[in-house]
């Protein structure tokens, strides 16, 4: 605490402003040219902001329509898929069947009068038609297409469809009340059984009623949208059109004649954006059926006018242009304040250079205005504050300290209220110091508030001394293997024995995942959740392959809470397991092994690492635990992970060291078991199911067995363990399945 020191008493005086204020030519001629180059930034940045806004609103116009033209051609694609199907059922109708093996007049009119119904009750049903086993027009409903016989490639053994399937055919025309109508006709076979044709069944569908239908969905329904073939010809869209240049004006006009650098860009690509001199255009290709014969894809086009962006950007670009006129009043302001503020702090220097001589001392000294600005300070107060010395002169208090707005005003108040105030500082969010800060108010020179003066001392050493003698406290507490980590699992700190056990040769510069990799590696996120909520995990890990030991270890990660309640450090031990007694029971022992690979890329690494003689004789054993109807709601994947988890630690009991588990997904599981026969791998199977059935968890259980064939990867090897499961759940007396094996139990 900084005592009353008359001495100090003469330094107030030397706080008066001691020069006026004088604008010479050279500052007159500084503030012109900095004020012509605000203005001419100021119309450059406008002008961009404006260009920049107007592209952006056209490439959000884009993204949303482009969207929209992707739900509508799978809308229509979908609506195509129903119209096979309503094909297929019209082809199975009841009436259809009665006429064809009854084709009598009456039957006919009863036919006819049915399609009628169903075509009026229809939209987009534009007609349908009957056609005799040659192909040749029997009748339709209504009579408005055309009668010529159907295409001899859809006909007899040329065919390349037939039996449920349904042929759709490109987009075609028809004259309907004096206006041309785009159309597909889809048509079923129909066959005897004995697959001999007894004639043709065709359906006629309006695209312009499917768009219809479809359109109204969508926030840009008044939108143009066009439909064009992959040879730019137009079947929708021609009635929507307003008048527009370089556009096809009629249906079946073309538009690579009529747009031919449009045409162009959408030929090269099956979807994107064009930019032309009227409007932003948006396209996608869609498919609306696959055929053996031919693909049917086609164009969705849609544009917005540029004009129209223009207007919609009109109100925003009247903002910009009154925001930049005030920011460029704001900023012409600041910048003949600077000058002013130049000229002021000019004027003090002189006082403040005095002033400079007070600090010449080992600890830092501020001197500090009533505005609660800098106004001097010593070499050692700009190594504490991390602040170069020549920007410390008239920064803020607060901003020099790193206090937070209501410190701030805690400390002022008690430095009025009482004339002095002590405490520490830390600096860490600017990766500085701790300081032991005193503050107390000068002698006054004048009516207004008293100036500050500010002594800083670093305690950085002493705190992180405390911090060190606190983690080996927390370190030494241990008298067996130990490390303290941090809260990711971070090395900190350990002791000779887990430094000795792990052979790290004090290199910190490791977490435990990763020294641990084989059993912590793909389980440390759930382990750190479990710290987290529980304080602390044990379990029993593997020997690495190079460390010396050769038992188990129990391992404890323990963690510490800090004053906020969030785990900072983590207090890791490793002692050697216990061996496991023979008379205990078996459910209540940890696993000799907790290493189950959890994805199948691990699983193939193991296998390609195994020996060849090792793999030749292997098998793989494929098992299936979830019984027949568990999974029949969505609820149940809980019970079924938590059986799963009890059948894979009941497996780490009993499965040889040699073997290795996957959790491949869900209700499924992979065991590899290398110099392992057919016979020996069956016998563990059974073994297996028996101690599970002991356990009650042995139900639905199914089990494939396959053997390994020389030279087979391991995508080959698993297939053919699924080939034994499909076996296996067709045995309903034990469930255990083999395919692939060379010797059969």
């Known amino acids: 605490m900084l005592k009353n020191n008359p001495s100090t008493y003469p330094a107030a005086p030397l706080l008066s402003l001691t020069q ?194 479809i359109k ?41 004649q009529s747009y031919p650098a449009l045409w162009r860009d959408m030929s090269m690509s099956n ?70 503020y130049r000229l002021q702090q000019r004027s003090r220097q002189y006082s403040i250079d005095v002033a400079n001589g007070l600090f010449n001392s080992d ?79 000068a002698p006054r020179a004048s009516r207004g508030s008293p100036h500050l003066l500010i002594t800083l001392e670093d305690i950085s050493e002493l705190i992180s001394s405390k911090q060190n003698a606190f983690l080996s406290e927390l370190l030494c507490d241990n008298t067996v293997a130990t490390a303290l980590t941090d809260a990711n699992g971070k090395l900190i700190k350990i002791n000779p024995v887990f430094d000795a056990l792990m052979q790290l040769n004090g290199d910190l510069n490791q977490d435990l995942a990763s020294l641990l990799a084989n059993d912590l590696g793909n389980q440390w996120q759930r382990i750190s959740a479990q710290i987290a909520m529980q304080g602390q995990w044990q379990g029993q890990i593997l020997c690495s392959p190079k460390q010396a030991h050769s038992n188990c270890l129990q391992a404890t990660l323990k963690g510490h809470v800090a004053a906020d309640g969030e785990i900072d450090y983590i207090v890791c031990t490793l002692e050697q397991a216990a061996e496991r007694g023979r008379g205990t029971e078996k459910r209540n022992l940890v696993p000799h092994r907790s290493t189950i690979l959890l994805n199948l890329a691990d699983l193939e690494r193991y296998f390609n690492s195994l020996p060849p003689p090792s793999r030749l004789s292997s098998s793989l054993l494929l098992m299936d635990i979830n019984p027949e109807g568990m999974l029949s709601h969505m609820s149940d994947i809980d019970q079924l992970a938590n059986r799963q988890q009890e059948i894979e630690v009941q497996l ?45 968890l042995g139900e639905g259980i199914s089990i494939g067995i396959a053997g390994y064939q020389e030279g087979q990867t391991l995508e080959q090897y698993l297939n053919n363990a699924e080939v034994a499961l499909k076996r296996a759940k067709q045995n309903n007396d034990q469930n255990i399945g083999q395919a692939f094996t060379r010797h059969q139990s």
Request: hydrophobic fraction near 40%.
């Open 271 to 340: 979807f994107g954006q064009f930019h032309g001199e009227e409007a932003t255009f948006v396209y996608l290709k869609i498919e609306l059926t696959a055929q053996p014969e031919t693909h049917r894809e086609y164009f969705l086009l849609s544009y917005v006018r540029n004009s129209d962006i223009a207007a919609r950007f009109s109100q925003w670009q009247n903002i910009v242009i009154v925001a930049s006129l005030i920011l460029t009043v704001l900023a012409a302001w600041v910048v003949l304040l600077s000058h002013m």
């Open 363 to 441: 600890i830092g000294f501020m001197m500090v205005n009533e505005n609660a600005r800098v106004i001097s300070a010593n070499t050692k107060a700009a190594q504490a504050t991390l602040v170069p010395l020549d920007e410390l002169t008239d920064r803020s208090l607060q901003r020099t300290l790193c206090l937070d707005d209501k410190t701030y005003t805690e400390l002022m108040e008690q430095v009025h209220k009482t004339g002095q105030w002590s405490g520490e500082i830390s600096l860490e969010s600017i990766d500085g110091p701790t300081l032991r800060v005193h503050i107390r108010q």
């Open 652 to 696: 780490l009991l009993e499965i040889p060291a040699n073997y290795q588990i996957l959790h491949w997904q869900l209700g499924k599981l992979i065991v590899m078991l290398p110099d392992t026969d057919a016979t020996h791998a069956h016998n563990f199977a059974l073994n297996m199911m028996e101690k599970l059935n002991g356990n009650g």
């Open 20 to 213: 006026g204020i004088y604008w010479s030519h050279q500052r007159l001629l500084a503030i012109a040219s900095q004020l012509s180059m605000l203005v001419i930034g100021m119309i450059i940045l406008t002008h961009l902001i404006i260009t920049l806004g107007e592209r952006r609103l056209q490439e959000e116009w884009a993204t949303q329509r482009y969207s929209e033209l992707q739900t509508i051609g799978s809308l229509i694609a979908d609506k195509v898929s129903f119209q096979q199907f309503r094909t297929q059922i019209f082809a199975n109708g009841e009436l259809l069947k009665q006429y064809l093996s009854n084709p009598t007049a009456k039957q006919q009119l009863k036919l006819q009068e049915n399609w009628q119904d169903l075509v009026k009750h229809i939209p987009e049903l534009l007609g349908i038609a009957l056609y005799d086993p040659q192909g040749n027009y029997k009748f339709s409903t209504p009579p408005n297409f055309n009668k010529d016989a159907l295409p001899p490639t859809l006909l007899g053994a040329s065919r390349s469809m037939g039996g449920k399937e349904v042929y759709t055919s490109p987009l075609e025309f028809v004259p309907i009340d004096g206006m041309l109508e785009p159309y597909m006709y889809q048509m079923a076979w129909l066959e005897k059984p004995d697959q001999s044709s007894i004639g043709y069944l065709v359906t006629y569908n309006s695209m312009v009623k499917m768009l219809e239908a």
């Open 216 to 256: 109204p969905a969508f926030s840009s329904n008044k939108s143009p949208m066009l439909v064009l073939d992959t040879q730019g010809l137009l079947y929708a869209g021609a009635s929507d059109l307003a008048p527009l240049s370089n556009m096809p004006e009629t249906l079946g006009a073309s538009l690579r």
